[in-house]
């Protein structure tokens, strides 16, 4: 009828009662702690998005995290967009929703698809993926792992255009 550590009744003998906390370790707990500890210390999150432009990435983006990521952005015309190659942009935001901070990181890739020849134009973006899971292998395997800063991208969108060829 008793179950682990608790007692069989409420009168308990002092020195059976310090045997009884002798065995206890803590480890029932260890979810609550660990909980406590990531709410605390808060969490990062990068999403990458990738396609073409005016296919509604930064709309979706603002909509989803209600912000306004992208206040300052500047509108290409047909003639910049033309010579312009692949970039990575990192925005980053902190966010908090009830006691819960949120450190989020959309990485962007303008120019993505809007050349005439898209040959290898996800190399860049395939280059940043990997250079950023590289970086965190290393900082997992180093000495200090306190403060390691996760860059990794945890999702990546990539939007399709409707008007595609094929």
């Known amino acids: 009828m008793s179950t682990g ?3 069989k009744s409420k009168l308990v003998n002092p020195e059976e009662k310090q045997d ?12 609550n702690q660990v909980h406590r ?11 990458m998005v990738a396609g073409e432009s005016g296919l509604g990435k930064s709309t979706l983006v ?3 995290f209600l912000t306004d990521l992208y206040k300052d952005r500047k509108l290409l015309n047909a ?3 033309i010579s312009q190659t692949v ?3 990192k925005h980053t935001v902190d966010i908090e929703e009830k006691g819960v ?14 050349a005439v020849n898209n040959t290898e134009c996800w190399k860049p973006i395939t280059d940043y993926i990997d250079q950023q899971f590289e970086q965190y292998f290393r900082d997992e395997s180093g000495l200090n792992r306190k403060n390691i800063q996760d860059n990794r991208v945890h999702c990546c969108l990539y939007f399709i255009s409707p008007f595609g060829h094929g």
């Open 101 to 114: 901070k949120l450190k989020l990181t959309i990485v962007d890739t303008p120019g993505f698809g809007d």
């Open 79 to 81: 003639e910049e967009r």
């Open 37 to 47: 500890k990531s709410v605390k210390k808060g969490f990062d999150f990068t999403l």
């Open 87 to 89: 970039e990575i942009l």
């Open 20 to 31: 009884h906390e002798k065995q206890y370790v803590g480890f029932a707990t260890l979810p």
């Open 62 to 64: 603002n909509s989803l």
């Open 5 to 7: 550590l608790r007692y």
